[in-house]
């Protein structure tokens, strides 16, 4: 149980344009979501935390309008990277928290590696 | 700020040899410390807790003590297996707040 899946789990994009990460709870309801980002040899860092029906919550440094987050439904949220350049590239997770977790109860996705040229 | 400090990787190790993947962490408060495991292909997994001073969090032959007087929480095994491989992630959140502070991950390598 508690399988957060990714997709895509890679993607290559040209600089300029847009492109989106779907990461799903795919037998709970994920009520709290997470997006991190890591960087080679990196810790991975906390980017947003997102609540299903509200607005994400961007940590300091993070651009609301270049990571556009959307928690519409209970099993999925989406991470839209928007006019994307080559310093966004990066490897993507995800991760999500079922109602009335623990605070480390998070169960994470396999990541999404996004390449910008 | 916050942050947890790991050995780099990679750990290379033989089948049945001892573990010991270092970490330290510098905190404000009183942490909660965490090591995740994470497979090929796979997401981060919870390997084990510990939640105060001197708790032994174990699963799966893993070890940690948590040792608030040298701010570490080292993972050790006995004795690895080639399963084992993986990299490992020692992490902590701080009372009242749900986000988690990762190290940068630590890379084992075990060889039959």
């Known amino acids: 149980g508690a399988v957060v899946s990714q997709h895509p789990s890679w993607v290559i994009c040209k600089s300029g344009t847009s492109v989106k990460i779907e990461c799903r709870s795919l037998d709970f309801q994920a009520t709290t979501m997470f997006w991190y980002r890591q960087f080679p040899k990196q810790s991975l860092m906390l980017m947003a935390t997102s609540n299903e029906g509200s607005k994400a919550t961007y940590e300091q440094g993070v651009e609301k309008d270049k990571f556009l987050i959307n928690h519409a439904s209970l099993t999925l949220s989406t991470l839209t990277v928007t006019s994307a350049h080559p310093e966004d590239s990066s490897f993507y997770i995800c991760?999500?928290?079922?109602?009335?977790?623990?605070?480390?109860?998070?169960?994470f996705g396999p990541g999404t590696r996004l390449t910008v040229t | 700020g916050d942050s947890v400090t790991q050995m780099e990787g990679p750990v290379t190790l033989s089948e049945e040899a001892f573990l010991t993947i270092n970490c330290t962490y510098t905190a404000t408060g009183y942490p909660s410390l965490f090591w995740y495991v994470q497979y090929p292909g796979e997401g981060l997994q919870l390997l084990l807790k510990?939640?105060?001073?001197?708790d032994k969090g174990s699963n799966k032959g893993f070890e940690a003590t948590y040792r608030k007087e040298t701010t570490s929480f080292h993972l050790e095994k006995g004795s690895v297996q080639v399963s084992d491989s993986a990299v490992y992630f020692c992490a902590l959140t701080i009372t009242g707040f749900q986000k988690l502070v990762f190290g940068t991950g630590t890379r084992l390598l075990v060889s039959p």
């Open positions: 510990a939640t105060k001073a001197d």
């Open positions: 991760s999500a928290s079922p109602p009335q977790a623990q605070r480390y109860e998070q169960y």
